[in-house]
């Protein structure tokens, strides 16, 4: 006989919905079922003491008819008593009427051949004149009875009445209401386990036939992925109210505390990143600025209007790779303007020489000379740190380039090694580079309507335990109105240039430098002079912090300022 490997037969889980199908339809079972139970001992309750009452008042009546007292007196009481105990009996619907003597002898009776016998029942109540009932077993079966004393002139008890209904007939009363007792049971209990298959069919529909234990794990799974994932993930219901945020999209948006159940509205978010969340189409790749980060959003709706799911990248990192990438590229086409620009130069130079213009050709060869080297030896000699020197170097060439002069002014000076570690040159290359960007972009600006040519002027130096990073320009200057959105995402000289709108911009510069500072503890300041000054503070500790926004004069007291703190 061969082996076989049997695999054990698999256990039926039950869903959740069929338990509770289960619970609900044994418990609507067990109340209806007691309540039929109650209701029926409280009719047989009620039928036992109409029943009682019945007897009592026949026996009075009986008792208290002077015919029968009369009878009772007389030489053949069965004689009389029988006929009008039986019309009694057939009247009133009681099983029986027994009149009987004192000794208990019946006069009458149901059943004549129990006529002469004695009485099955107690009558020492009855004897000693009171009125009592009793359910006890006599010819006829278990009966209701009550047994009272028949009185004469005297008030002495010359004879027994006693009348009964038997248990049979108070069960035969009770047939027509026991069996609608029933079928109101059944009818609940039908009704009853109907509602529950229905309410447990949508049940089960919305738990997808799981049983507890899946979903427990399920939801277990759901907590630990939405978690674990390093997309910021935030639901929202139809009241923009938060329902779950996980633990990325918290770092991203910078929550701390409890946000589940709060409005969008009120988490500090930065207002564009609320309107484009609480909008009503779906937002795909949109990038926007929180106080630290550069986050790409995505939204879609939930369902059928049960709310949005939004979905957080950072884009912080690409973001300042995609900064310095535009600076090396600066720094490369620089190079080649300048390689181009010497070619010329030396054509120039060779052909004065063939010409014979020897004397020309030195002069000229050494003033230009003299002007590159200048502007080198002074950036170098003033701004000792290797990043900033190389990025003014190579933004001055791009500003020559486009017709814009780049100055670094006298006082000027910043040691190498003086800056902090947590200083990065990341930082200090996108607050300077795009400082210098916007500057140059809105000095070529107002060249249109300014007679002057377009200069750009840089400050870089150690300022009371700070580095002062300032760049003032020619342009047209920032209206005081638009302050506030000159930090905000989308704002760029360029669209003044092209005729567009505020908010319809390119760029993410100056309100990248506004982060930048933000996230190293500083402040950005925006004044006047003969265009835009904008002044960037970094502490050098970062303990030492900007503090709080002020207004006042700038540095050189010419306007006020605005200044965006951590």
Known sequence: MSARTLTPPRRLVRSLAGQLFVVQVVIVAAVVAGGAVLAYLFTAERAEDAARRQVTAVAHAVADSPDVLAAVGGPDPTAVLQPYAERVRVDTGVSFVTVMDTDGVRWTHPLPEQIGRTFLGHTDWA?????????????LGPSVRVVTPVLDERHRVVALV????????????????????????????????????LANSRLRR????????????????????????????????????????????????????????????????????????SGAGPVRDEVHLTAERVVVLNTSTIGT??????????????????????????????LGAQAHEA???????????ELGRHREAVEFATAELALAQRLTDRVVAAVGEPVLAALLLGKAAQAAERGVELTLTPDSSIDDGVLPPHLS?????????????????????????NPEPPEVTVTARIDAGHLLL??????????????????????????????????????LGLALVAQAARRNGGAVEVGRERGAVLTVRLPLDRSAGVGTASAGTGERGRGGHVAVAP
């Open 470 to 507: 300032r760049v003032a320009d020619t342009g047209a200057g920032i209206d005081p109105g638009a302050v506030e959105d000159v930090f905000r995402r989308g704002w760029s000289t360029k669209d003044k240039e092209d005729g567009q709108e505020s908010g319809q911009g390119r760029g």
């Open 206 to 277: 919305h738990t997808h036939g799981m049983g507890p234990v899946e979903l427990s794990h399920l939801y277990e799974y759901h907590q630990a992925t939405l978690h674990a994932v390093r997309e910021g993930l935030v639901l929202l219901d139809r009241d923009h109210r938060v329902v779950l945020c996980n633990d990325a999209a918290r770092e991203l948006l910078g929550l701390e505390g409890a946000v589940e159940g709060r409005p969008v509205a009120g988490l500090g978010l930065p207002a564009a990143l609320v309107a484009a969340v």
């Open 305 to 334: 209007g049960l709310g949005r799911v939004l979905t957080l990248r950072d884009h912080t990192e690409l973001q300042s790779l995609s900064g310095e990438l535009d600076s090396v590229r600066g720094f490369t086409e620089a």
């Open 162 to 197: 006693s009348s009964g209904i038997t248990v049979q007939s108070i069960s035969e009363r009770l047939r027509g209401p026991l069996l609608a007792l029933v079928g109101v049971a059944a009818g609940a209990l039908a009704l009853g386990g109907a509602g529950t298959y």
């Open 127 to 139: 004897l000693a004149g009171r009125t009592r009932s009793e359910t006890y077993t006599g010819t």
């Open 425 to 449: 040159a990341r930082d200090l290359i996108t607050v300077l580079g795009n400082l210098i960007d916007n500057a140059v972009d809105a000095a070529i600006v107002g060249a249109a309507a």
């Open 343 to 353: 070619a010329n130069r030396l054509h120039a130079v060779v052909s004065l020489i």
